[in-house]
């Protein structure tokens, strides 16, 4: 939660520098208290278990979320059971009529296809122009992610000659971002995916900020501040066993695949992994909730205005 100082105390622009969360007095006392509004739009097959990894994190604040779950018009999953889905989401053509203050888009294990080929391309596309006048802030995920700066840049994904797998050492490159307070200088975060953005670009796309990178599996945290979003291209939401739940699968299904790197104890599989990137998690979905919650409009009929 944000402290409240005078503008004209020295301290205000020092912590502001620093990344604290600093609140003028004007602003506090304009600021009315509601709920929330924060959507997942789940692409992943195991949709259960993406939206426990998701609620745990934007849950862990003392705001209120009220927390929607929705899914894709057009496509139905195979790997979720039908009365999950029809007691808990609401397909995008039923809520693209309301307002939220913040929207998850997931990863989704399409990687291999061109975005064209997607069977539900079209409407997620629609998904993403409807962001930017009913959505306050979007945050796309991994392919989500890409997805999105693809859609809103031209910026393209490239198939990589092996998997990124593992667990990857990051670099804090933009401190003073309201989205990073806290963060180290360094951090470790898991990483899944057959594909890849490549920094240079990125820096040729107007108006996009790296925030956190890597030398080994590239650029991670980009923040686009004219649609209002951020693209995270790795996964700070896995849990502890994720990567060895892939991992055995890929064992099990004979599917060639290497130990992911940098994850259990001297690479060795038969030990438990070791969970390096929780606290990182926390704060970078807690930052993301905390700048939703100082900027949104009180009145969500002024969102997307």
């Known amino acids: 939660m944000p402290i409240t100082l005078p503008e004209t105390l020295p301290a205000f622009d020092v912590l502001s520098k620093e990344g604290v969360m600093v609140m ?28 426990n990894q998701f609620a745990r ?13 929705i899914r894709m018009t057009t496509h139905e999953t195979r790997n979720t059971a039908a009365e999950h889905m029809a007691a808990f989401y609401r397909p995008f053509a039923e809520v693209k009529g309301e307002k939220f203050d913040g929207l998850i888009i997931t990863g989704a294990p399409i990687e291999h296809l061109p975005f064209e ?69 360094e951090f470790v975060i898991p990483v899944s995916r057959w594909t890849e953005m490549r920094q240079a670009e990125i820096d040729g796309a ?51 695949i290497n130990v992911p790197q940098n994850y259990y104890p001297g690479d060795d599989p038969s030990r438990a992994p070791l969970n390096r990137w929780r606290s990182h998690a926390h704060l970078l979905y807690g930052n993301w909730i905390n700048e939703i919650y100082q900027t949104t409009p009180f009145h969500m009929a002024e969102i997307g205005r």
């Open 24 to 51: 003028s007095p004007d602003r506090a006392v304009h600021q009315d208290i509601r709920p929330l509004r924060i959507g997942l739009l789940n692409l992943m097959p195991k949709k259960v278990q993406t939206e």
């Open 117 to 185: 080929e997607v069977t539900y391309w079209d409407e997620l596309r629609e998904v993403m122009d409807w962001t930017q006048s009913h959505v306050h802030s979007t945050f796309g995920v991994c392919w989500g992610g890409m997805a999105m700066i693809h859609h809103f840049h031209g910026v393209g994904k490239h198939m990589l000659d092996h998997k990124a797998f593992g667990c990857f050492r990051h670099q804090n490159l933009l401190p003073a971002s309201p989205y990073l307070r806290g963060f180290s200088d």
């Open 206 to 256: 107007p108006g996009l900020r790296t925030l956190l990178g890597s030398d080994e599996v590239g650029p991670c945290l980009v923040e686009d501040p004219g649609h209002r979003a951020l693209y995270i291209f790795n996964h700070f939401e896995y849990d502890s066993g994720t990567l060895k739940e892939e991992y055995d699968r890929d064992i099990a299904n004979g599917t060639p």
């Open 57 to 69: 994190l934007i849950g862990a604040t003392p705001l209120q979320i009220d927390f929607q779950l």
